[in-house]
């Protein structure tokens, strides 16, 4: 079976740091784009930060210097290293990919279950 496994998430003071990881588990041929959403309550869910299979990465304006999104293709993860936090910040924070189960085939989108992450005194 198919899934992304995030974790990390947790309770951290405004101007602390947290780093989520997500990795994808089960059988899979490739792994296109990669990236974290977040969901606030009573907000849409948004763009956090994305990163291709090559590296090339793009951010939200709102965590653009604050956040970093790397992955490690040998380990099928990826990761959010958030600094600097803000009380905002607080959300569920979603893993997604692209992944192909298949040589050939196309690729399917996926999402982890989430996490939670609240900043808070």
């Known amino acids: 079976q198919v899934q992304l496994v995030e974790s990390g998430g947790g309770l951290v003071q405004p101007g602390g740091s947290l780093r989520l990881s997500c990795a994808a588990s089960?059988?899979?041929?490739?792994?296109?784009?990669m990236g974290w959403y977040r969901q606030a309550p009573g907000k849409q869910r948004e763009l956090v930060a994305a990163?291709?299979?090559?590296?090339?990465?793009n951010y939200a304006d709102s965590v653009k210097v604050r956040f970093t999104i790397s992955r490690d293709n040998a380990k099928n993860t990826v990761y959010l290293q958030m600094n600097s936090l803000k009380p905002e910040d607080t959300a569920v924070y979603y893993c997604?990919?692209?992944?192909?189960?298949?040589?050939?085939?196309?690729?399917?989108?996926?999402w982890g279950q989430g996490t939670q992450v609240t900043v808070s005194s």
């Open positions: 997604n990919a692209d992944l192909q189960l298949m040589r050939f085939s196309r690729y399917y989108n996926y």
């Open positions: 089960g059988s899979i041929f490739s792994i296109n784009a």
């Open positions: 990163i291709t299979s090559g590296g090339s990465t």
